[in-house]
């Protein structure tokens, strides 16, 4: 009796544990990010007490760069809610060597990111009818700044612009943003006038 009574539990496991075992096959997710709210894209004018004016996001912030070194047309167009700012450095156009050493910092500022970067592609930048020439560097890979560029009308003004993440660089997560604030960068550039 207690044989059967054994057989009995022995069967009823085995098939507890054998319908327990079909249940669907387990397959992990991929890493997820959080969902990014961007804000209808709007500008307005930007005319600093600077030579220079051109339009900026309304959900951008500006602010004086407050480094050490900073000189007086040295500005942050800050994006608090995606953690980036512009930083956009202005310098009068001295002579002929000053301007082309301007342009050499700008084109090695731009490709001291080769460690990190997987290219480099240069955009020229030519509207001659408002007396604006210069580079956009979009600087692709995990580099501390995406985007670079330079302003000058070639005789008097020069102004440079480089974005930074306040993040640790990892393209795959600030992809979206990145692709968000350069279409600012490209309206700041299109806008851009001398004073």
């Given at each position: 009796?207690?044989?059967?009574?054994?057989?009995?539990?022995?069967?009823?496991?085995?098939?507890?544990?054998?319908?327990?075992?079909?249940?669907?096959?387990?397959?992990?997710?991929?890493?997820?990010?959080?969902?990014?709210?961007?804000?209808?894209?709007?500008?307005?004018?930007?005319?600093?007490?600077?030579?220079?004016?051109?339009?900026?996001?309304?959900?951008?912030?500006?602010?004086?760069?407050?480094?050490?070194?900073?000189?007086?047309?040295?500005?942050?167009?800050?994006?608090?809610?995606?953690?980036?700012?512009?930083?956009?450095?202005?310098?009068?156009?001295?002579?002929?060597?000053?301007?082309?050493?301007?342009?050499?910092?700008?084109?090695?500022?731009?490709?001291?990111?080769?460690?990190?970067?997987?290219?480099?592609?240069?955009?020229?930048?030519?509207?001659?009818?408002?007396?604006?020439?210069?580079?956009?560097?979009?600087?692709?890979?995990?580099?501390?700044?995406?985007?670079?560029?330079?302003?000058?009308?070639?005789?008097?003004?020069?102004?440079?612009?480089?974005?930074?993440?306040?993040?640790?660089?990892r393209l795959d997560s600030i992809q979206p943003v990145l692709d968000f604030i350069k279409a600012d960068i490209d309206t700041l550039i299109?806008?851009?006038?001398?004073?």
């Amino acid at each position: 009796m207690i044989r059967k009574h054994i057989a009995r539990l022995s069967i009823v496991g085995f098939a507890v544990l054998t319908l327990g075992a079909c249940t669907p096959q387990y397959s992990p997710k991929p890493r997820g990010y959080f969902r990014i709210e961007f804000p209808e894209k709007t500008y307005q004018p930007f005319a600093p007490d600077c030579p220079f004016a051109a339009r900026i996001p309304t959900y951008a912030t500006v602010e004086p760069d407050r480094s050490p070194d900073a000189e007086p047309c040295w500005i942050d167009i800050r994006f608090p809610q995606f953690n980036a700012r512009i930083h956009l450095s202005y310098m009068p156009v001295t002579s002929r060597n000053n301007f082309n050493e301007l342009v050499e910092d700008a084109r090695t500022f731009a490709f001291n990111h080769t460690v990190k970067a997987t290219a480099i592609d240069q955009q020229r930048i030519s509207r001659p009818d408002a007396g604006v020439y210069g580079l956009k560097y979009e600087i692709k890979g995990n580099t501390a700044s995406s985007v670079q560029f330079f302003v000058t009308d070639s005789t008097h003004r020069y102004l440079r612009g480089a974005l930074y993440f306040h993040e640790k660089p990892r393209l795959d997560s600030i992809q979206p943003v990145l692709d968000f604030i350069k279409a600012d960068i490209d309206t700041l550039i299109q806008s851009m006038r001398w004073k």
